[in-house]
């Protein structure tokens, strides 16, 4: 056997290895971006549901605007919210780096922050309409 084949190319890495790496901003976004779109994906025959049912009658209708004041219901409807804004937020960034504009690291990373902190305000404003602050 070779000096080459003898030696590993790839070692094994522990759980505690990948809970310990920092991804840069940019791989953030991404993995949120299609953790978004799954969420939203999955959860659209229930909204369509309960959309469905809510506009059968004034009674349906009444009887949701009742469930949807449950605190843990409303909090679905954030998790909704932000799955919904942050997934057109980095898909803008996306459409726009796809017009090859803003593809420099410094840039990529800047686009990152930028997604991940409007979309995070966003949501923010709408768990305080939800909650009632506002």
Request: cysteine-free.
């Amino acid at each position: 056997m070779s000096d080459a084949a003898a030696r590993k190319r790839f070692t094994n890495i522990h759980v505690t290895q990948i809970i310990r790496y920092r991804l840069p901003a940019s791989g953030m976004v991404s993995i949120l971006h299609r953790i978004s779109g799954a969420l939203m994906f999955l959860l659209l025959p229930f909204v369509l549901f309960l959309f469905d049912k809510s506009i059968t009658s004034e009674i349906s209708f009444e009887f949701f605007k009742g469930y949807v004041s449950h605190p843990l219901v409303k909090l679905a409807i954030l998790a909704l919210s932000w799955a919904y804004l942050h997934h057109f937020i980095a898909g803008i960034r996306h459409l726009v780096m796809d017009m090859h504009i803003g593809l420099s690291k410094h840039e990529t990373v800047k686009s990152a922050w930028v997604v991940l902190v409007i979309s995070g305000v966003l949501t923010l404003l709408v768990a305080m309409k939800l909650f009632g602050v506002i």
